[in-house]
């Protein structure tokens, strides 16, 4: 009678416990079946002993390795995204081993960079380089060569916010029914994503702070003409850093003084002037505004032979434009104290 031989299956280096136990006669191949996972992957061997014999040593087969492939379940995201910071992803699984992953931008996959490190699960991306998209994660593993499991995540969509400007300052100075004067100060960034939270200082104490869904914020203080009332800065916020703009000085002076109107000329063939520039300068004021004249009427916009802006008034010298000029100077905010400059007269042959 051939001896009954008794087979288990054990984990290297762990004999304590049996995985697996079969009875054979010699000679006889042993089957273990088994549930397997993902605990069992490892190094195993298969140990042989004889009933009943103590004499025979029970012997060892040479290790094996068992490679535990477990399939997907289900992929979940966890995004970590801070304004002006890397971009941070990570692609968790609910279940799987022996997993590889790929990432993905708009459905292409996202181009190698320095800028890009990924390890394993992680993605990381330094800020300079971020793309706005839809990202997606997808892991795959495979058993053998011929199973291959693959799962996609759902996209994730990021919007890669621009941090603001600089912001600069900007008032305008209006008049109150009562005489007052108030100043509209306009804190502006040229970039930057909304919401964006701007702040006005003075150089002693906060003065007002707004969050708006666009690139400025407007803010309202009394003036008081001709006084010195300190310096104001804009503030600016949209991720987890302040930007300061410059320093502004809140000095509002009326106009006063002298107005002057010079001129130069543009030359034509046999040096006869073709075209004049005129310009109005009043000695001083903050907000000053212009008005041209011609003949004593009012001068606008563009006209067949002018062209008025601001300060300045274009000329083309001919027959209809011939007549006598001037230009007068009042505040913006207030058209009570009007300031006129002295009268030229021209024609078709120039200045007389």
Known sequence: MYPIHYLSVLREGDRSKALGFYSALSGEMANFPLYITASYEGYMVCVASVQNNTVIHPTVSPRHHLRVVV???????????????????????????????QWLVDGKPLPLSPLH???????FIYRYCIDSGEYTCVATNQL??????????????IKVKELVSEPDLLFLVLKERDGTYFALVTCQSLTGSPPITFSLYSRSEFISTETVDERSATFSIPVVLDLHMGFLQCQAQNGDRVVYGQWTAMHVVPVGGAVTMHYDNDVGEKFSIVGLRF??????????????????????????FYWVEQSILLLSVGRSSAGTYHCEVSDSFDGTTVISSEARYIDKEGLV
């Open 71 to 101: 399939e997907y379940l289900m992929i979940h995201w966890s995004v970590e995204f801070y304004e002006g910071k890397p971009l941070s992803l990570r692609c968790n699984i609910a279940k799987g081993n022996h997993v590889s992953y």
């Open 117 to 123: 490190n990924q390890t394993q699960e992680q993605l």
């Open 144 to 157: 053998n060569i011929t199973k291959v499991y693959s799962s996609r995540s759902t996209a994730k969509v």
């Open 279 to 304: 310009y109005c300068s009043v000695e001083r004021g903050t907000f000053p505004q212009y008005r041209w004249f011609l003949n004593g009427t009012v001068l606008e916009g563009r006209g067949e």
